[in-house]
């Protein structure tokens, strides 16, 4: 018989997960430019969708289930990981985020389409911790560019991939 948990998240319950199902697709959606293209991949390839945000944002979305957390630093991101089991794909722009999912045995993508690995995590994080002590230095980081097609070609292409269970292995 399959394992369920039932959790309980703000006092309600949230949703009932089925520590079973090969896949799930979690979004870390605050901030997030391509929850419309998850929820249709997820919908196509009838994975289970999560989207996962705080108070300030609001999401409803057919054919995913929408959680919504307190503000403060990172609960969002540590529900998320708590709820995690193997197989799972993260939807995340924060590399900190995509290394504890990675130690879950779960897969992580960012929004441009490129899947975190343990190859190129410790490499991701070093640059954000450099970034960050230039910041707080006083020093000015060039912010990101305005968002492409090519990149959301790309997202869509590299979800698909993962969501067939295609994952490529270096």
């Given amino acids: 018989l399959p ?10 319950a949230a949703a009932i997960i089925n520590k079973e199902q090969n896949m799930r697709l979690l979004i870390d959606a605050d901030g997030c430019p391509v929850v419309d293209i998850c929820v249709r991949l997820a919908v196509s390839h009838s994975v289970e969708c999560l989207i996962l945000c705080d108070t300030s944002h609001h999401f409803e979305k057919a054919g995913a289930v929408t959680m919504t957390f307190s ?9 998320l990981v ?4 193997p197989g799972d794909i993260v939807v995340t722009q924060d590399y900190g985020l995509a290394a504890m999912c ?6 992580a993508v960012s929004q441009d389409g490129m ?3 343990d190859d190129n995590i410790d490499a991701l994080l070093l640059a954000r911790q450099t970034a960050g002590k230039i910041r707080r230095g006083g020093g000015r980081l060039k912010g ?3 968002r492409r097609p090519e990149q959301d070609t790309a997202f869509e292409q590299k979800l698909g ?8 292995r270096l």
């Fill in 161 to 168: 991939e993962l969501l067939c269970g295609k994952r490529k």
């Fill in 3 to 12: 394992v369920f948990v039932l959790m309980i998240i703000l006092g309600k």
């Fill in 82 to 85: 708590n709820m995690l089991v």
């Fill in 144 to 146: 990101p560019a305005k």
């Fill in 71 to 79: 503000k403060g630093a990172d609960s969002v991101d540590f529900a």
């Fill in 102 to 107: 990675l130690a879950r045995g779960a897969a």
């Fill in 115 to 117: 899947e975190y690995t």
